[in-house]
């Protein structure tokens, strides 16, 4: 099974996927150029983090013409597990892979810190190593992840269980303070709705390694290896 | 023809602009009571051809519907003026 | 060639009427108008060094493991496993001062790719910045925008900014200071040199076209800050931070392709001063034409091209059968990769518009021949009433008292904790950020090895001030100890003297004594300078600032599992001050808590024990080694007291208290013992220690070995800061909650004030 890393100008997390993929969890993993059409021979493809075109107009604006982006269309379209993250998902959003959209922080400035996730889904290809309801440690670190989306689409997100991170305390409760980006309902990380295409804000590859701070964000990757050997998320 | 055209950029009035509430702040704090509201946008200045005002406004549109503005959060305006022959930018 | 004779161009370029003449007379001819651009810009302090140059030749600049010392683009330190590391440090006062977002940005953009010309990929960032106080509007200004500049610029740029400092003092109110240090990564044979070797090679530039903005901003940079300076804006480039992620990539791969001979940013000066700079390395000419840079905007003359500061630009000196493959790597990336010219065996640095010669310089005049100035030095009028502070000149407050004044302190925005500004910034990207903004010293992983580096800059400039020798030594002794607490080796530093106008003889003597001090030090504690840069000039209205040498420092941990950080970990462990703490008046000197408290700047610093410094050193990095150190902290601004609060804010679950007498400190001892000297004096060669009881005989033992006095003054316990005296009265308690509180909420009350 191999995984791709997707690089578009400006992309500054690419090397810290490829590292996690293939130094820390020994995965096959390879830099996809943008400019490349041709995605055969992957089976999983990170949109990492970073400022593609410097996000420029707005995030992920201008990466989602891309011309790797057609072939991303059909990667998904084909059930293949594709991973947006912080940059990456902006981009999904963008895409319209994933509904919604990101405005600024509403803290009006750039936030790098550690945050609780509360995984609420972990029966998604990306979270089934998780136990249901487990706060995890994570970091972000963006200017714009605050999600927003017609209240409509949050019930249908809500509904079908697509909400699959969300920013908490401690203990686990959404609270206002446990929200560092004014995201509606808290909203960290979302699936779509066939279950193959992850978007999340925080970085799961800033803290695979216990020098790092704490590992919890390994097991997202370990999740997508896991389901890619069984095949089990797409048999939903 | 030329025509400069002039697409302005806005979140929609149903979603908050922090940015928007901020600058309000800071000018009530200035004494400026009169203010309502503030809303921050963006103006990008787009110079093209075209065979009539129509045609351009048609293309411009395009563009905001395509890239220049998210249909999810933000609104948007096109205006166009023919460009001034001689007058280089 | 126009004439200039009726006029004095010269003058408003910002050169003398003597050094007009020089020029004449060693070229033989009166310079044409874009000659004399060219002399104006590359003969100005900041970049000949007019002022410094003699004394900088006095520090030491050589050790075992330098492999590039000063006069390239970054010095660059040899840390074993094959890898060598470039770093430097430089300032952006001038420009931040103006327009403070694009000047802090703008100055990590230059840095940056002075790091990437020797070959390296650029991989840490801190920040070093001085504003004046934090109530006063102008202040909330430059600050709000030079923070939110460093974060625009470098978090786009996906290198961490992992440290630095703020402080706030009123000589920065007109002149804020932002210094910026960038260290890079290469193995050693990737090692490249910004040198126009081989003639018939060719001369390219890589990046932004060219526009007409910045000229002249080096000559902006040396001078005063006066009232027109704002209008001055027009000189403040704008920088692109999504283009200069590219150059960075583009360039690492010319440079792996081996292509590259020679590489050198066009940052302060542009075109003239990497030409001249390429060629003066190199013993060779150049030949180019202005006609051939790509533009930004058209109609621009030999003069703009040649002086413009556009941001986000390369020149390289490319092997001639090459010019293709960078061609190709450039246009993969985006980015403009022009050929202008070619390496000469001329001597002369000949600029061409569209085929027409516009100007033709020796590069030797150029880039070396600016005169070298010693100007008289006087020591300043004010250190006679500074210095002359006296035991009974400090009231010595009750025991009452005490309690608020360490959370005044501990709130102090020069204490407190600087979460609101560096949480702003992306610290984590890279996935090398082993220890962050906060703690003190950062701590970055070396991927592939066992190794850490550690980073720090330093510098107190009110001891300068009060000092100027021994202020210098402590920023070098304070930042090699930041590095030693962690468990590291010292192993070089960087250096950025900011200070006044050098023509002022009082300025001057404050250079030359800081320069001296910071030799001394680094020649005692082996951490040789490897480059750095000099800004003068820096004053408003004959204000100027607090003399500023700030020392960035690169240490080596062998093994980053065996680190230490100032948090306190386990109930019961020991705490014990390795070397010594004054406790008099004198070590109150230019201390926060004569500032805040007593509201004076005042005193006379001793100079730091650099023996005794070197033997802590030795104490750290070999107990940090053998693993028998829980926790490490120096002492700096706000002393002991304050270093033991650290230790608790930053300690573990259930150790985040402590009981401590200063008794063994030699408290009741000494008749000039004072317990306000003892608590917050800050001129200490000492650290603070904490070690399981059963290894404090392994600890004494290290400590006899290198000479270094150990006082056991209390022990991890509760939930409270407790001071007793040596009678055994407890003078002073202060819950973890109320230290937190102050901490982590004083930075943000006092700049909303």
Known sequence: MKFGVVVFPGSNCDSDAYHVLRDVIGADCEYVWHESRDLSGFDALVLPGGFSYGDYLRCGALARFSPVMDSVYKFVDEGKLVIGICNGFQILLEAGLLPGAMLPNDVLEFRCQWVNLKVENTSTPFTNLYKPGEVIRVPIAHGEGNYYAEPEVLDELERAGRIVFRYVDAYGNPTREANPNGAARNIAGIINEKGNVLGLMPHPERCSESLLGGEDGRRVFLSMIKSLETGAFLSK | ?89 | ?753
């Not at chain 3, 006062?93 to 990590?108: C, L, R």
């Not at chain 3, 109609?299 to 493959?325: F, H, P, T, W």
């Not at chain 3, 310089?361 to 006296?390: D, H």
């Not at chain 3, 009741?668 to 603070?688: H, P, Q, S, Y």
């Open chain 3, 1 to 753: 060639m126009a004439d200039t004779s009726q006029k004095a161009p010269w003058r408003e370029m910002g050169l003398k009427d003597s050094e007009y003449e020089l020029i004449k007379e060693r070229l033989g001819r009166e310079p044409n108008y874009t000659e004399l651009g060219m002399f104006a810009v590359l003969w100005s302090e900041h970049c000949a060094y007019k002022h410094s140059k003699p004394l900088l030749k006095t520090l030491p600049t050589e050790g075992p493991r330098v492999l590039v010392g000063p006069g390239e683009n970054a010095g660059v330190v040899d840390i074993g496993d094959n890898l060598a590391c470039a770093f430097k440090i430089e300032s952006h006062n001038h420009p931040s001062a103006v327009e403070p977002y694009q000047g802090a940005a703008t100055g990590i953009g230059g840095i940056v790719r002075d790091i990437l010309a020797m070959g390296a990929r650029p991989v840490i960032l801190l920040d070093s910045l001085r504003f004046g106080p934090p109530d006063d509007p102008r202040t909330r200004f430059l600050f709000g925008g030079v923070v939110s500049g460093i974060a625009g610029y470098g978090n786009c740029l996906g290198i961490p900014t992992v440290g630095g400092e703020v402080f706030f003092a009123r000589p920065y109110a007109g002149n804020p200071l932002v210094n910026v240090l960038c260290a890079g990564l290469m193995k050693h044979e990737d090692l490249h040199r910004g040198g126009a070797y081989g003639v018939g090679n060719v001369v390219m530039v890589v990046g932004h076209s060219t526009g007409r903005d910045g000229i002249h901003g080096c000559t902006f940079a040396s001078d005063v800050l006066g009232e027109d300076s704002e209008s001055k804006r027009v000189n403040v480039q704008v920088g692109d931070p999504f283009m200069e992620k590219l150059l960075i990539e583009a360039c690492l791969e010319m440079m792996a392709s081996g292509a590259v001979v020679g590489i050198q940013d066009m940052g302060a000066a542009g075109l003239t001063s990497s030409c001249a700079e390429t060629a003066a390395r190199a013993g060779t000419g150049l030949a180019i034409d202005v006609g051939k840079v790509p533009q930004r905007e058209g109609g621009m003359n030999a003069y703009e091209v040649m002086l413009s500061e556009s941001q986000e630009r390369m020149l390289l000196i490319v092997s001639a059968d090459k010019v293709e493959e960078v061609k190709r790597i450039g246009a993969k990336w985006g980015l403009h990769a022009a050929e202008i010219g070619r390496v000469t065996d001329s001597g002369n640095l000949e600029v061409f518009h569209n085929g027409k010669l516009e100007a033709s310089i020796p590069v030797s005049l150029l880039a070396m021949g600016a005169p070298e100035y010693t100007p008289e030095a006087r020591e300043p009028e004010y250190l006679k009433k500074t210095r002359n502070l006296r035991d009974e000149d400090i009231r010595a407050p009750e025991f009452g008292e005490l309690k608020d004044i360490l959370l005044r302190l501990l709130a102090s925005p020069n204490i407190a904790s600087k979460e609101p500004v560096y949480r702003q910034y992306d610290y984590m990207v890279r996935t090398d950020t082993v220890e962050g903004p906060g703690k003190g010293a950062a701590v970055m992983r070396v991927k592939g090895t066992k190794k850490g580096l550690v980073f720090t800059t330093d510098c107190n400039g009110r001891l300068v001030y009060l000092n100027p020798a021994a202020g210098a030594a402590w920023a070098v002794t304070e930042a090699a100890l930041n590095v030693a607490v962690t468990g590291a080796r010292p192993l070089a530093i960087t250096n950025c003297l900011n200070f006044g106008s050098p023509e002022n003889p009082e300025i001057y003597w404050q250079l030359k004594e800081a320069v001296r001090g910071m030799g001394e030090a680094c020649r005692v504690l082996e951490t040789p300078v490897t480059g750095g840069n000099v800004s003068l000039y820096n004053e408003t209205d004959d204000q100027a600032i607090y003399p500023t040498p700030i020392v960035g420092m690169l240490g080596v941990l062998d093994d980053i599992e065996k680190r230490i950080d100032p948090g306190f970990k386990r109930p019961g462990d020991i705490i014990a001050v390795l070397g010594k703490v004054w406790g008099d008046a004198r070590s109150l000197a230019g201390s926060e808590y004569l500032e805040i408290a007593h509201g004076m700047v005042a005193g006379d610093p001793r100079e730091p024990d650099l023996d005794l410094a070197r033997g802590i050193i030795d104490v750290l990095t070999e107990g940090a080694g053998e693993g028998v150190f829980s926790s490490a902290q120096d002492i700096s601004e706000g002393g002991l007291l304050v270093a033991l609060a650290e230790c608790c804010v930053h300690g573990a679950e259930g150790a985040r208290g402590c009981a401590v007498s200063p008794k063994a400190l030699g408290c009741g001892e000494r008749e000039d013992i004072r317990v306000d000297g003892m608590l917050f004096g800050e001129c200490n060669t000492a650290a603070v220690v904490s070690f399981p009881a059963d290894l404090e005989e392994k600890v004494s033992e290290i400590c006899k070995r290198h000479n270094v006095p150990l006082s056991v003054i209390g022990s991890v316990q509760g939930s409270s800061l407790a001071v007793e005296t040596c009678g055994g009265l407890r003078i002073l308690e202060v819950s973890v909650e109320e230290i937190l509180s102050a901490y982590k909420t004083g930075l943000e009350k006092s700049l909303k004030g």
């Open chain 2, 1 to 89: 023809m030329k025509f400069k055209g002039t697409v302005t950029v806005w979140l929609k009035e149903s979603i908050f602009d922090p940015q928007g509430a901020a600058v309000k702040g800071s000018l009530a704090a200035m004494g400026f009571k009169e203010v309502e509201n503030v809303r921050i946008g963006k103006n990008i200045v787009i110079t093209l051809e075209a065979e009539s005002p129509e045609a351009a406004k048609d293309l411009l549109d395009s563009m905001a519907r395509k890239l220049l503005a998210n249909p999810v959060t933000e609104s948007y305006r096109v205006y166009v003026e023919e460009e001034k022959a001689g007058a280089q930018r």
